[in-house]
């Protein structure tokens, strides 16, 4: 019983895929015919009876067209929730491996506590007595300029084009973030994504390697960034600190290489350069291709309409505006200066520059401007004809004070600085310390000596125009630069007593001790030339030439202040006030007439080297000593150039636009020859006392012999006289050679030495001399 029962409770398989509890009636069964063993059910059934399944045939069709299309249905419903389920999966894991990325780098980093703004590299800002800037020197270039002080264009133009969202979005553009980190991840260069924060986080904490190390690290510094700094100031340090091209970091440096200009005054063309420039620094340089750097920039002033900065007028005026090609290099002579200020900076604070410092210079930019603009004028002019491919100028004030250097044609061609750097012989310019000399030994202005071929032991020295003059004054004998005097002069002196004088004014290069040293064959710098004619200028005081004249840092502490206001005095005032009346020969009618300035009393010295190929002028007014120097680098010979034409030309082009406005002032002394140099009391000297004169008779005759040193008892040697004119006076000016020069070997360093040199009798002056002016 219990086993039909089981039987009558069984449940036949069904494989319709439906519910049973839908329709029980409608599930699929076998029948008794269907069955295997072929049994027709119990003895009741036996009778047949119609098959259910043939009644049910028509729904079961209905019914099985329809399966396949709710199947379907229901096929695709539930790819898209196991997508949309395997993609919540997967974003879970993904943030928890990003999660723990994040972790893992910034457990490498510092603890957030000990971050700080690293210092900005320190600036040196030079300037001028004006207080104007000359230039910037340091790591970045510029100094820091606060937002506020920039040009308003320089801010928008890079938030337009480098991060348009930066006032919106904290410190993280994201879908920049994750195009760049899928780019990293997939092995291609990262392309943007980084805002303004993340490139200063970059900038001031992290290497420029694109490593998703360094992205992790950046993203959490540009958070640090946002939570203690505001907008404008993230994006003023930004400014301050970007790299540019060409070595400037910063706006202020980049506006300052380009533009010659400040930050503060740069336009709208202008600034959409400059943040065009922040994409490739090195490529886009408009220094290196204008074209490209401009290009980038219209590009930037179209960022800028778009967000709205600046309108349609605005942006055709700047397209329309073409931007000036800048130079390779710093330009300008200015950085010859600040070149020489830096060499010099550290010895006067006492090592390194570790902060913002300014430096007050003794430059007059105005001096400075006309300084250069007069050599170049000339070189343009003449020096491609003559073979003069450079020049150096030099001016100094009676303190020692240089008002302007140019240390060449051309900074940005050459920064090397030949007025400071660069030795060369000074040819006849250094005569005036070989005169100077003989002064303090006891000669005078008018003192006769033979200017006719000379023999000092194997040395012949000789005119440059190889002729001879007789009996000429001292006076004569400089102006017109007359070598076989000068060579008499350096023996009656002794070479180690001349160059104990040009030590003594200023000349600080080891000087060879021999004959020739009257011709200036010892190598000295422009610089220390000029500053050694300056104590002839201001009356016998040693001028130290000193280009720094104060040194603060940014907040005004003094670091260093000069203090050459209490010079020695070098050079007694009658020596002094003859040596100026002599030179001042020199422009009237001796070589150097090419200096003349009218108005102005004017003094100087020719010099010009062997074959030309060095030319010099170093001259004076009350105002300015001021040296000229022409030549080219390698030393190929000029065509004929004296230090009577180009430098004499330039000098008197610089001189006369540095005078221009100012009343004119006598030298010191007037240009009179001082009767009795003891008449003024003792001076203190620097290095010893010059040699006073012998005591003169008390007449008449014995005073105007005591005057111009017709009285003097020393014996001279006669000397072979090619005679062309005897003169005690000037020679008229069409007499005057073209310069002076000179000419043969150069004697061995122990000529002149050991031997002392007897000469005749020089011719007396007389009443007649004085009273016609000889």
Partial sequence: MAGKSRSRDRIEPSFSGRDRREDDEDDFALDDEDRIDG??????????????????????????????????GGGLFALLRRLIYWCIVLGIWASIGVAGLVFYYGSRMPSASTWSI???????????????????????????????????????AIVAIEDRRFYSHFGVDPMGLARAFVNNLTGQPIQGGSTLTQQLAKNLFLSPDRTLERKVQEVLLSFWLEQKYTKDQILAMYLNRVYFGSNAYGVEAAARRYFNKSARDVNLGEAAL????????????????????????????????DQGYITDDEVKTAMSQTPAKAKSYWSGAGQYVADMVMDELPGLIGGAVKEDVIVDTTIDKGLEKKADEALNDILSKQGVKLDASQAALVSIDGTGAIRALVGGKDYAESQFNRAVKAKRQPGSSFKPF??????????????VFNDAPIRIGNWTPENYEKKYNGEVTLATALAKSLNTVAAQLVMYDGPDQVIKLAHRLGVETELQSNASIALGTSEVTLEELTASYAAFMNGGYKATPHVIRRVTTAEGKVLYENTYDNPPRVLSEAIAANMNAMMMGTIEFGTGRSAKIPGWQAAGKTGTTQNSRDALFVGFTSNLTTGVWFGNDDGTPMKKVTGG??????????????????????????????????????QPMAQGEPQPMQEQPSTIGGIISGVFGGGSSEQYPPAPVQQQQASGGPLPPGDVGPDDGYDGAVPPGDIGQGQPVHQGQPRRTTLLDLIMGQ
């Fill in 39 to 72: 049994r027709r059910g119990t003895k009741r059934n036996s009778a047949p009876s119609p098959k259910p399944s043939r009644s049910r045939t028509p729904e079961r069709k209905r019914r099985d067209r329809r399966e396949p299309s709710e199947r379907d």
């Fill in 274 to 305: 400059l943040a065009g420039l922040v994409k490739a620094p090195t490529r886009l340089s408009p220094a290196r291709d204008p074209e490209a750097a401009n290009a980038r920039a219209q590009v930037v002033l179209q960022a800028m309409r």
């Fill in 645 to 682: 034409g180009l430098p004499a030309k330039a000098w008197q082009e610089f001189m006369i636009a540095a005078h221009k406005g100012l009343s004119p002032a006598p030298l010191f002394g007037s240009g009179q020859f001082v009767a009795d140099p003891n008449a003024i009391a003792n």
């Fill in 434 to 447: 070989v005169y100077a000399a003989a002064l303090e030994k006891g000669l005078t202005p008018a003192s």
């Fill in 118 to 156: 690293p210092d900005r590299p320190p600036n040196v800002k030079i300037t001028s007595v004006d207080g104007s800037v000359i230039a910037n020197r340091g790591a970045t270039g510029g100094e820091a300029l606060p937002l506020e002080q920039m040009s308003p264009y320089i801010p928008q």
